[in-house]
C-alpha cells in the first residue's frame, strides 16, 4: 500500500523531531553546556526526516507516473539540480483523469458532479489514533496527504536541515558555562551573566520542526488547531529565547498575544464547521468494509459544473453532501450561506494572525529579537508559512466572498509592507517587511483563484528568504551583532560567500528575469520570478474578469518594483561601496563552512527550483492534488455581482502580458535602487530631506504600532485605572471593614476563651492536681499499712452491705 | 460429746491459739514454732473432715517442706542470734482491734448465712465418696480426668470433667517457680565493701 | 462443740484473721509471710469442710491441695525476694522498703 508507506514515512520524519526534542532537553539538563551533540542529535533527526520526506515525495511520485519521462524534457535531468530526477512532463491530468474515477461519492449526493472536490487516489487519509469521543464527535489524529502535504514536508525538512546546520555555527557563543549578553542590562549596569543554551535552543528548534510537521500532517481541524498553537508557543521560546532582554519577551508576548486575536477567529470558524458540518475530518471516514461512513470536510461543500456552491434556491442555504452510512438521509445538514462566509472568514483570521497579514502584522517585525536562525525559520518554513498553507489546504471551504476578502488583505499587506521595508535600516527588518509583503503576495495569489500561484510562491519564498535570512545571519555573526546597515557597506570582499548567495535571493526575489535567453522556455530566471510571475498573472486574469477589482493588478504590479528597490537597496547597502563604518569593516570576516555550506545549499534551490515556471516540476508536484474546481475557473453571472474566478486557461492567455510588465517594474525598481545606493550620483539623504514626512511615516511603520497603541492599549489602561480605582476604594473597603469587625470579634472571642474555656479547664487540671496531692500521703510506702488498709477496707464494706441490706 | 467432738475441739482450740500465739510472739524463731503446732492441728481436722490426702499433703508440704523453708530463711537473713524487730505496743493494740472487728464481721456474716436446701440435707452424710476418708484414689483419678466422687452420685450419661489441664499448669507453674526462686536467691556477685 | 460446717467455717476464719494481722503487725519479713501461710491455711479449712459436709464431692480437696502447692510455691519466691531484700539494706524490716513512698 502507498498510502501505508507514505504514512509511515512521514510519521517517521514528523515524530524524530520530537523524539530529539525529549532527549535533547533532558540531554541538555545532564550534559556539558559546552557540548554539541544536542545539535548534532536535532540535525540528525530533521535530516533524518528530510530524507523520509524526499522518499515519501519519489514513491508518490512513483504511483502517480508523474517521474514518467518525456523525452523533450530529459536533458533537465542532467541540468544537475536537485529535484532533477523529478520529470517534467505533463501527467497531471491524467492524474486527475486516474483521480475522477476512483473517488469514493454517494451515488445519491450532489457532490457527484465532476466540479465537486476530487479526492482522488493521490489523496491518503486516515487516523492515526483515536484520542477521545464525544457524542458523534470523534477527537482523533489523523493524517492527509496529497501532494501538498509531501512538498511542504520536503520543504520544511529540507530548510530546517539547513537552518539547523547553520545555527550550530551561529549559536556557538552559547558553548560555554558563562555567556555575557552585552544588550541585556542588570539594574546595577552591568551585562547579564548567564550559562549558555546551546542546547536549549536546539531543543525548541525541534519542537518547532515537529509542530510545523504535525500541521502540515495534520488530518482534522482540530489536529490543525493543536499544533497551529504548539507553533504559536514554539515561536514565543525562540523569539524570547534571550529572555533577559525586555525586547525579547516584549516582541515574544506580542507575537503570541497577536496570534491569540486571530486564532479567536480561528476557533469561531472552528466551532461553526463543526457545528454545520459534523465532523473536523478533511478526509472522508471509512470503516472497516472501506465504505464511507461519514463524509470528510472537503466533500462536503457542493459546487455546481461550474464551481460555484449550489445553493438551496429558497432559503439561499446550502445543503451539504453529508455521505453516511444511513441511507435514509443522505444529506440532510445543510447551513446558511452566511455561516458559511463567517466559517472561512473565521478560519483565515487564524492565518492572518500567525502570517502576519494585515491588519496583525506588526508581531514579526519584532519577532526579529530572536536569533537569526530561528527568524529564518519563522519566515520561511514555519511559522508564517502555515498561515498561507491553511488557507491553501481549506481552500474547497472557501466562498467567493471569503476569497475576495483573502485578495484584499493580502493587496494591502503587500503594499505596506513594502513601503515600510524601503525605509527600514536594520537588515533584518527589512527582509522581515520583505517577508510580510511577500505573504501578501501569496494571499492575494489565494485570493484570486490562484490557488497553485499562492503555493508556489509560497515554496520559492521558503526557499530563498531562508537563504536571505542565513545571509543575513551571517553578516550579524561577521559583523559582531551589528545589525544597522548604515554601518556596513563594502562587505562583499570580506565574505564573498555571503555576499554571492544574497545576491541570488535578492535576484530571487525581485524577480528578475533574462527573456528569451535559453530556448527550452522563455526566459531564464530564478524561482522568484516565476511564482510571482504567476501571481500577477492570476491577478491580471481575475482583473480582466472583474474590472472593478483593478487595483488587485495595480497594487502587487507597483510593489513588485518596490520589491527589487529595497532588496537590492539592501544588497548595496550592505556589500557594495564603500565602508561606512572602518571600525566594524576592520572586524568583520567571512563565516565558517558551516554556516556557509547551507547558504550555498539554499542558493542552488533559491535559484533554480522553480525551474520551468508553470509547467515545471514543482508547480505541477503542488498542484498534483489540487481542488477540482480550481482548474476550470468560476464564470460569474453577468449582472449578478458575482466574481468571476478565472481557470487555468484564463490565466494563461495573460501570463505574458503579466510576466512581461512584472519585469519591466522589478527592472526599474532595480535600477532605481542602484541609481540610488549603487552609485553616487544622487543625494539619498537630500530625497530623504525632501520627502521627510512621507519618510517618517514609512519608518514609523504607517504608525501602525501607535494606532494599535491609542486604539487598545490607552483604552485598556483607562479601564484599568478605573478598575485599580474601584478596587482601591470600593473592594479594599469593604475589605478592610470585615478585617476590622474580624479584629473587634476576635479580641472578645480572646477573652471568652480566657476566661470561660481556658478557666474551666485549668479548674479541671488543678482539681485533678489537688486531690492528687491530697491522695498523696496515703501512699506511705509501707507494706503493713495497706494490709491495714485492706482490711478496713473489707470491714467497712460488709458494714455497708449489712445495713444495707439487713438480714 | 462424742469422740470425734472432742478432738474436733482439741485441734480446733489448738489451731486457733497456735494462730494467735503466732500473731503475739515477738521473735521469728518463736513465731515458726507456734506456726508448726497451728499447722499440724489444721491436718488433724483435715484428717477428721476425712480428708486424708490433704491432710497428708498438708503436713509433708507445709509443716515438713515450707516450714523448714522458712527456718532456712531466717537463719539466713538473721543479723544477730536473737535479733528482734520489735513491733510498737501501739500498734499491736491497733491491729488487735482491727482484727477483732474483723472476726466479729466474718462471724456474724457466718451466723446469718441461711445454707440451701440441698446442701443442707447432705450435711449430715456428705459426698458418699468424701464420706469414706479414702480420698486418694479419687483425687488421683480426678488429675488424670475422670470424676468418680460426682459420676457415681448422678444419674445422667454426661461425665463431669477433672483437673487435668490445671494439674498441668500447676507443674509447669512450679517448674517455673523453683527456676525463678534459684534465679533470685542465687549469690550475687557484690561490691566490694558494700556487705 | 460439734464439728459440723459452722465449726470448720469459724476455724478457718480465726485463721484468716490471724493471718491478716500477723501481716499488718510484723515488721520482720519472715513474719509477714508466715502471716501469708495463716491466711492460706484458713482458706484451706474451708475448702475441705465444704467438701466434706456438701455433696460438691472432690472439687474442695483438689482446690486444697492447689492452694497448697502455689503457697509452697509462693513461700520459695517470697523467700528470694527476702533474701534479696536483706542483701540490699542488711535486715529485714519491711519498714524500710518505703521506696514507693508518694
Same mark, same amino acid.
Given at each position: 500500500m502507498?498510502?501505508?508507506t507514505?504514512r509511515?514515512?512521514?510519521?517517521?520524519?514528523?515524530?524524530?523531531?520530537?523524539?530529539? %526534542?525529549?532527549?535533547?532537553?533532558f540531554?541538555?539538563?545532564?550534559?556539558?553546556?559546552?557540548?554539541?551533540?544536542?545539535?548534532?542529535?536535532?540535525?540528525?533527526?530533521?535530516?533524518?526526516?528530510?530524507?523520509c520526506?524526499?522518499?515519501?515525495?519519489?514513491?508518490?511520485?512513483? &504511483?502517480?507516473?508523474?517521474?514518467?519521462?518525456?523525452?523533450?524534457?530529459e536533458?533537465?535531468?542532467?541540468?544537475?539540480?536537485?529535484?532533477?530526477?523529478?520529470?517534467?512532463?505533463?501527467?497531471?491530468?491524467?492524474?486527475?483523469?486516474?483521480?475522477?474515477?476512483?473517488?469514493?461519492?454517494?451515488?445519491?449526493?450532489?457532490?457527484?458532479?465532476?466540479?465537486?472536490?476530487?479526492?482522488?487516489?493521490?489523496?491518503?487519509?486516515?487516523?492515526?489514533?483515536?484520542l477521545?469521543?464525544?457524542?458523534?464527535?470523534?477527537?482523533?489524529?489523523?493524517?492527509?496527504?496529497?501532494?501538498?502535504t509531501?512538498?511542504?514536508?520536503?520543504?520544511?525538512?529540507?530548510?530546517?536541515?539547513?537552518?539547523?546546520?547553520?545555527?550550530?555555527?551561529?549559536?556557538?557563543?552559547?558553548?560555554?558555562?558563562?555567556?555575557?549578553?552585552?544588550?541585556?542590562?542588570?539594574?546595577?549596569?552591568?551585562?547579564?551573566?548567564?550559562?549558555g543554551?546551546?542546547?536549549?535552543?536546539?531543543?525548541?528548534? &525541534?519542537?518547532?520542526?515537529?509542530?510545523?510537521?504535525?500541521?502540515?500532517?495534520?488530518?482534522?481541524?482540530?489536529?490543525?488547531?493543536?499544533?497551529?498553537?504548539?507553533?504559536?508557543?514554539?515561536?514565543?521560546?525562540?523569539?524570547?529565547f534571550?529572555?533577559?532582554?525586555?525586547?525579547?519577551?516584549?516582541?515574544?508576548?506580542?507575537?503570541?498575544?497577536?496570534?491569540?486575536?486571530g486564532?479567536?477567529?480561528?476557533?469561531?470558524?472552528?466551532?461553526?464547521?463543526?457545528?454545520?458540518?459534523?465532523?473536523?475530518r478533511?478526509?472522508?471516514?471509512?470503516?472497516?468494509?472501506g465504505?464511507?461512513?461519514?463524509?470528510?470536510?472537503?466533500?462536503?461543500?457542493?459546487?455546481?459544473?461550474?464551481?460555484?456552491?449550489?445553493?438551496?434556491?429558497?432559503?439561499?442555504?446550502?445543503?451539504?453532501?453529508?455521505?453516511?452510512a444511513?441511507?435514509?438521509?443522505p444529506?440532510?445538514?445543510?447551513?446558511?450561506?452566511?455561516?458559511?462566509?463567517?466559517?472561512?472568514?473565521?478560519?483565515?483570521?487564524g492565518?492572518?494572525?500567525?502570517?502576519?497579514?494585515?491588519?496583525?502584522?506588526?508581531?514579526?517585525?519584532?519577532?526579529?529579537?530572536?536569533?537569526?536562525?530561528?527568524?529564518?525559520?519563522?519566515?520561511?518554513?514555519?511559522?508564517?508559512?502555515?498561515?498561507?498553507?491553511?488557507?491553501?489546504r481549506?481552500?474547497p471551504?472557501?466562498?467567493?466572498?471569503?476569497?475576495?476578502?483573502?485578495?484584499?488583505?493580502?493587496?494591502?499587506?503587500?503594499?505596506?509592507?513594502?513601503?515600510?521595508?524601503?525605509?527600514?535600516?536594520?537588515?533584518k527588518?527589512?527582509?522581515?517587511?520583505?517577508?510580510?509583503?511577500?505573504?501578501?503576495?501569496?494571499?492575494l495569489?489565494?485570493?484570486?483563484?490562484?490557488?497553485?500561484?499562492g503555493?508556489?510562491?509560497?515554496?520559492?519564498?521558503?526557499?530563498?528568504?531562508?537563504?536571505?535570512?542565513?545571509c543575513?545571519?551571517?553578516?550579524?555573526?561577521?559583523?559582531?551583532?551589528?545589525?544597522?546597515?548604515?554601518?556596513?557597506?563594502?562587505?562583499?570582499?570580506?565574505?564573498?560567500?555571503?555576499?554571492?548567495?544574497?545576491?541570488?535571493?535578492?535576484?530571487?526575489? &525581485?524577480?528578475?528575469?533574462?527573456?528569451?535567453?535559453?530556448?527550452?522556455?522563455?526566459?531564464?530566471?530564478?524561482?522568484?520570478?516565476?511564482?510571482?510571475?504567476?501571481?500577477?498573472?492570476?491577478?491580471?486574469?481575475?482583473?480582466?474578469?472583474?474590472?472593478t477589482h483593478?487595483?488587485?493588478?495595480?497594487?502587487p504590479?507597483?510593489?513588485?518594483?518596490?520589491t527589487?528597490?529595497?532588496?537590492?537597496?539592501?544588497?548595496?547597502?550592505?556589500?557594495?561601496?564603500?565602508?561606512r563604518?572602518?571600525?566594524?569593516?576592520?572586524?568583520?570576516?567571512?563565516?565558517?563552512?558551516?554556516?556557509?555550506?547551507?547558504?550555498?545549499?539554499?542558493s542552488?534551490?533559491?535559484?533554480?527550483?522553480?525551474?520551468?515556471?508553470?509547467?515545471?516540476?514543482?508547480?505541477?508536484?503542488?498542484?498534483?492534488?489540487?481542488?477540482?474546481?480550481?482548474?476550470?475557473g468560476?464564470?460569474?453571472?453577468?449582472?449578478?455581482?458575482?466574481?468571476?474566478?478565472p481557470g487555468?486557461?484564463?490565466?494563461?492567455?495573460?501570463?505574458?502580458?503579466?510576466?512581461?510588465?512584472?519585469?519591466?517594474?522589478?527592472?526599474?525598481?532595480?535600477?532605481?535602487?542602484?541609481?540610488?545606493?549603487?552609485?553616487?550620483?544622487?543625494?539619498?539623504?537630500?530625497?530623504?530631506?525632501?520627502?521627510?514626512?512621507?519618510?517618517?511615516?514609512?519608518?514609523?511603520?504607517?504608525?501602525?504600532?501607535?494606532?494599535?497603541?491609542?486604539?487598545?492599549m490607552q483604552?485598556?489602561?483607562?479601564?484599568?485605572?478605573?478598575?485599580?480605582?474601584?478596587d482601591?476604594?470600593?473592594?479594599?473597603?469593604?475589605?478592610?471593614a470585615s478585617?476590622?469587625?474580624?479584629?473587634?470579634?476576635s479580641?472578645?472571642?480572646?477573652l471568652?476563651?480566657?476566661?470561660?474555656?481556658?478557666?474551666?479547664?485549668?479548674?479541671?487540671?488543678?482539681?485533678? %492536681?489537688?486531690?492528687?496531692?491530697?491522695?498523696?500521703?496515703?501512699?506511705?510506702?509501707?507494706?503493713?499499712?495497706?494490709?491495714?488498709?485492706?482490711?478496713v477496707?473489707v470491714?467497712?464494706?460488709?458494714?455497708?452491705? %449489712?445495713?444495707?441490706?439487713?438480714? | 460429746m462424742?469422740?470425734?467432738?472432742?478432738?474436733?475441739?482439741?485441734?480446733?482450740?489448738?489451731?486457733?491459739?497456735?494462730?494467735?500465739?503466732?500473731?503475739?510472739?515477738?521473735?521469728?524463731? *518463736?513465731?515458726?514454732?507456734?506456726?508448726?503446732?497451728?499447722?499440724?492441728?489444721?491436718?488433724?481436722?483435715?484428717?477428721?473432715?476425712?480428708?486424708?490426702?490433704?491432710?497428708?499433703?498438708?503436713?509433708?508440704?507445709?509443716?515438713g517442706?515450707?516450714?523448714?523453708?522458712?527456718v532456712?530463711?531466717?537463719?539466713?537473713?538473721?543479723?544477730?542470734?536473737?535479733?528482734?524487730?520489735?513491733?510498737?505496743?501501739?500498734?499491736?493494740?491497733?491491729?488487735?482491734?482491727?482484727?477483732?472487728?474483723?472476726?466479729?464481721?466474718?462471724?456474724?456474716?457466718?451466723?446469718?448465712?441461711?445454707?440451701?436446701?440441698?446442701?443442707?440435707?447432705?450435711?449430715?452424710?456428705?459426698n458418699?465418696?468424701?464420706?469414706?476418708?479414702?480420698?486418694? *484414689?479419687?483425687?488421683?483419678?480426678?488429675?488424670?480426668?475422670?470424676?468418680?466422687?460426682?459420676?457415681?452420685?448422678?444419674?445422667?450419661?454426661?461425665?463431669?470433667?477433672?483437673?487435668?489441664?490445671?494439674?498441668e499448669?500447676?507443674?509447669?507453674?512450679?517448674l517455673?517457680?523453683?527456676?525463678?526462686a534459684?534465679?533470685?536467691? *542465687?549469690?550475687?556477685? *557484690?561490691?566490694?565493701?558494700?556487705? | 462443740?460439734?464439728?459440723?460446717?459452722?465449726?470448720?467455717?469459724?476455724?478457718?476464719?480465726?485463721?484468716f484473721?490471724?493471718?491478716?494481722v500477723?501481716?499488718a503487725?510484723?515488721?520482720?519479713?519472715?513474719?509477714?509471710?508466715?502471716?501469708?501461710?495463716?491466711?492460706?491455711?484458713?482458706?484451706?479449712?474451708?475448702?475441705?469442710?465444704?467438701?466434706?459436709?456438701?455433696?460438691?464431692?472432690?472439687?474442695?480437696?483438689?482446690?486444697?491441695?492447689?492452694?497448697?502447692?502455689?503457697?509452697?510455691?509462693?513461700?520459695?519466691?517470697?523467700?528470694?525476694?527476702?533474701?534479696?531484700f536483706?542483701?540490699?539494706?542488711?535486715?529485714?524490716?519491711?519498714d524500710?522498703?518505703?521506696?514507693?513512698?508518694?
Open positions: 502507498v498510502g501505508e507514505l509511515n514515512l512521514l510519521m517517521i520524519a514528523w515524530l524524530l523531531p520530537l523524539a530529539g %526534542f525529549a532527549v535533547e532537553i540531554g541538555g539538563f545532564w550534559g556539558s553546556r559546552k557540548s554539541r551533540v544536542a545539535a548534532w542529535m536535532s540535525v540528525g533527526c530533521i535530516g533524518v526526516g528530510f530524507l520526506s524526499l522518499s515519501a515525495l519519489l514513491i508518490w511520485g512513483n &504511483s502517480n507516473n508523474f517521474w514518467k519521462v518525456t523525452h523533450d524534457s536533458h533537465h535531468a542532467e541540468a544537475g539540480h536537485a529535484e532533477a530526477g523529478h520529470a517534467e512532463a505533463g501527467h497531471a491530468e491524467a492524474g486527475h483523469a486516474e483521480a475522477g474515477t476512483d473517488q469514493h461519492k454517494s451515488p445519491d449526493s450532489v457532490a457527484s458532479s465532476a466540479a465537486s472536490v476530487v479526492l482522488g487516489k493521490t489523496v491518503f487519509s486516515g487516523t492515526l489514533y483515536s477521545a469521543r464525544f457524542g458523534s464527535l470523534d477527537i482523533s489524529l489523523d493524517y492527509y496527504i496529497d501532494s501538498l509531501l512538498v511542504m514536508f520536503t520543504m520544511v525538512t529540507f530548510i530546517a536541515t539547513c537552518i539547523h546546520l547553520f545555527a550550530m555555527g551561529y549559536m556557538s557563543e552559547e558553548l560555554t558555562e558563562e555567556f555575557v549578553d552585552h544588550s541585556a542590562h542588570l539594574s546595577n549596569g552591568h551585562h547579564v551573566h548567564r550559562p543554551r546551546y542546547y536549549r535552543f536546539f531543543a525548541f528548534l &525541534s519542537l518547532f520542526c515537529f509542530s510545523m510537521l504535525g500541521l502540515v500532517l495534520a488530518g482534522n481541524i482540530f489536529q490543525v488547531f493543536i499544533f497551529w498553537e504548539l507553533v504559536g508557543i514554539c515561536s514565543f521560546l525562540l523569539i524570547g534571550y529572555t533577559e532582554r525586555k525586547s525579547a519577551c516584549n516582541a515574544a508576548n506580542k507575537a503570541f498575544i497577536m496570534n491569540r486575536v486564532d479567536f477567529g480561528f476557533l469561531i470558524g472552528l466551532m461553526v464547521l463543526w457545528t454545520f458540518f459534523g465532523t473536523f478533511f478526509g472522508n471516514t471509512v470503516d472497516a468494509k465504505e464511507v461512513v461519514q463524509a470528510g470536510l472537503f466533500q462536503m461543500l457542493p459546487r455546481d459544473e461550474t464551481g460555484n456552491v449550489l445553493r438551496d434556491a429558497a432559503s439561499g442555504d446550502v445543503k451539504l453532501g453529508a455521505v453516511t444511513a441511507p435514509e438521509s444529506s440532510s445538514r445543510t447551513i446558511p450561506y452566511s455561516l458559511l462566509v463567517v466559517a472561512g472568514l473565521g478560519v483565515f483570521a492565518c492572518v494572525g500567525k502570517s502576519a497579514q494585515f491588519p496583525l502584522q506588526t508581531w514579526l517585525p519584532d519577532a526579529m529579537e530572536g536569533p537569526t536562525p530561528v527568524s529564518a525559520l519563522v519566515h520561511s518554513a514555519t511559522m508564517v508559512a502555515a498561515g498561507v498553507y491553511l488557507v491553501g481549506f481552500y471551504m472557501f466562498v467567493q466572498e471569503v476569497l475576495l476578502t483573502i485578495a484584499y488583505v493580502g493587496c494591502i499587506t503587500l503594499f505596506m509592507a513594502a513601503t515600510i521595508a524601503m525605509v527600514a535600516t536594520d537588515i527588518k527589512v527582509l522581515a517587511y520583505s517577508t510580510i509583503s511577500q505573504l501578501g503576495y501569496m494571499m495569489g489565494l485570493g484570486v483563484f490562484g490557488w497553485g500561484a503555493l508556489f510562491h509560497l515554496i520559492t519564498h521558503a526557499f530563498f528568504k531562508s537563504l536571505m535570512f542565513l543575513s545571519g551571517s553578516v550579524i555573526y561577521g559583523c559582531h551583532h551589528e545589525q544597522e546597515m548604515p554601518k556596513m557597506g563594502g562587505l562583499w570582499r570580506k565574505m564573498p560567500i555571503t555576499a554571492f548567495t544574497m545576491l541570488v535571493g535578492v535576484i530571487a526575489i &525581485s524577480g528578475l528575469a533574462i527573456p528569451g535567453l535559453v530556448n527550452w522556455c522563455s526566459v531564464f530566471a530564478f524561482s522568484g520570478y516565476f511564482s510571482k510571475d504567476a501571481v500577477v498573472a492570476t491577478s491580471l486574469a481575475f482583473v480582466k474578469g472583474n474590472p483593478f487595483l488587485l493588478f495595480i497594487v504590479l507597483v510593489t513588485a518594483g518596490l527589487a528597490f529595497y532588496m537590492f537597496r539592501l544588497w548595496f547597502f550592505t556589500f557594495a561601496g564603500k565602508p563604518d572602518q571600525h566594524i569593516h576592520d572586524h568583520c570576516h567571512e563565516s565558517p563552512w558551516i554556516m556557509t555550506g547551507p547558504l550555498l545549499a539554499l542552488v534551490f533559491a535559484a533554480f527550483c522553480a525551474i520551468g515556471g508553470e509547467t515545471g516540476p514543482l508547480y505541477r508536484l503542488i498542484t498534483g492534488d489540487q481542488p477540482a474546481h480550481v482548474a476550470h468560476i464564470a460569474g453571472a453577468v449582472g449578478s455581482g458575482e466574481l468571476t474566478l487555468h486557461e484564463a490565466i494563461h492567455a495573460v501570463h505574458g502580458t503579466a510576466g512581461t510588465l512584472a519585469l519591466i517594474a522589478a527592472a526599474s525598481g532595480t535600477f532605481i535602487a542602484w541609481l540610488l545606493y549603487g552609485t553616487t550620483l544622487v543625494n539619498v539623504a537630500e530625497i530623504k530631506r525632501q520627502l521627510s514626512g512621507l519618510h517618517g511615516f514609512l519608518a514609523n511603520k504607517w504608525h501602525f504600532d501607535e494606532l494599535y497603541d491609542g486604539l487598545f483604552p485598556s489602561h483607562v479601564v484599568g485605572q478605573c478598575c485599580v480605582w474601584i482601591k476604594t470600593v473592594f479594599d473597603g469593604i475589605i478592610h478585617a476590622k469587625v474580624m479584629i473587634f470579634v479580641k472578645w472571642d480572646k471568652f476563651d480566657e476566661a470561660v474555656v481556658d478557666g474551666f479547664v485549668n479548674l479541671l487540671g488543678n482539681s485533678t %492536681f489537688a486531690v492528687g496531692r491530697s491522695l498523696r500521703v496515703i501512699q506511705t510506702g509501707r507494706l503493713r499499712q495497706y494490709v491495714m488498709f485492706i482490711v477496707g470491714v467497712a464494706l460488709f458494714a455497708i452491705l %449489712f445495713t444495707t441490706f439487713p438480714g | 462424742n469422740g470425734e467432738s472432742f478432738l474436733f475441739t482439741v485441734f480446733a482450740l489448738a489451731t486457733c491459739l497456735g494462730a494467735i500465739a503466732v500473731v503475739f510472739s515477738q521473735t521469728v524463731v *518463736r513465731m515458726a514454732f507456734w506456726l508448726v503446732i497451728s499447722l499440724g492441728s489444721t491436718a488433724a481436722l483435715f484428717f477428721l473432715a476425712k480428708a486424708d490426702f490433704v491432710g497428708a499433703a498438708q503436713l509433708l508440704i507445709y509443716v517442706g515450707t516450714l523448714v523453708l522458712l532456712f530463711g531466717v537463719m539466713l537473713t538473721a543479723s544477730g542470734p536473737y535479733l528482734k524487730i520489735i513491733t510498737s505496743p501501739g500498734e499491736i493494740i491497733m491491729g488487735s482491734c482491727v482484727g477483732l472487728l474483723f472476726l466479729f464481721v466474718v462471724f456474724a456474716s457466718l451466723d446469718g448465712v441461711k445454707w440451701r436446701e440441698p446442701s443442707v440435707a447432705a450435711m449430715a452424710t456428705g458418699p465418696v468424701v464420706a469414706t476418708g479414702n480420698t486418694l *484414689r479419687p483425687i488421683g483419678l480426678s488429675f488424670l480426668g475422670s470424676r468418680p466422687d460426682q459420676d457415681l452420685i448422678s444419674d445422667g450419661d454426661d461425665l463431669t470433667p477433672g483437673y487435668l489441664l490445671p494439674f499448669i500447676v507443674s509447669v507453674h512450679l517455673v517457680v523453683l527456676i525463678g534459684a534465679y533470685l536467691a *542465687r549469690a550475687k556477685r *557484690r561490691p566490694v565493701g558494700s556487705g | 462443740m460439734t464439728a459440723d460446717l459452722n465449726s470448720y467455717l469459724f476455724v478457718g476464719a480465726v485463721l484473721v490471724c493471718g491478716v500477723c501481716m503487725t510484723k515488721r520482720n519479713g519472715i513474719g509477714v509471710l508466715m502471716g501469708v501461710e495463716l491466711v492460706l491455711n484458713g482458706a484451706n479449712v474451708n475448702f475441705v469442710a465444704f467438701a466434706r459436709y456438701t455433696d460438691l464431692g472432690l472439687d474442695g480437696q483438689v482446690f486444697s491441695l492447689f492452694v497448697i502447692v502455689l503457697a509452697a510455691a509462693e513461700a520459695a519466691v517470697a523467700l528470694a525476694i527476702a533474701l534479696n536483706y542483701n540490699n539494706h542488711l535486715t529485714i524490716d519491711v524500710r522498703a518505703n521506696k514507693l513512698k508518694g
